[in-house]
């Protein structure tokens, strides 16, 4: 195949997202974010505009590092809490 074809698919994909418009979302939404990031694209990362209530909780490391052992018990026990408060 052409050079063309080969990323076409790429092409298609980046399309795709430059043209998404996310719509609102009237509820509660928990951002886990990294405190090690590239870039810094505000606290919240853009979604305070799409949703009624927001918290954002930081997590240590990178975007990938997040979910490491560690980190991740520290995201599952903010579930645990936000389960037995919904209880």
């Not at 298609?12 to 405190?35: E, H, N, Q, T």
């Not at 975007?63 to 991740?72: G, K, Q, R």
Request: charged content about 30%.
């Amino acid at each position: 195949g052409t050079l063309h074809e080969l990323f076409r698919p790429q092409l298609k994909m980046r399309r795709m997202i430059a043209d998404y418009r996310p719509s609102s979302f009237d509820g509660s939404l928990v951002l886990f974010k990294s405190r090690k990031r590239l870039f810094d694209i505000g606290v919240d990362l853009g979604w305070r505009s799409l949703v009624s209530k927001l918290e954002v909780l930081e997590i240590e490391g990178d975007h990938i590092s997040i979910l490491n052992a560690v980190n991740a018990r520290h995201i599952a026990r903010y579930f645990d809490e936000f389960v037995e408060g919904m209880s």
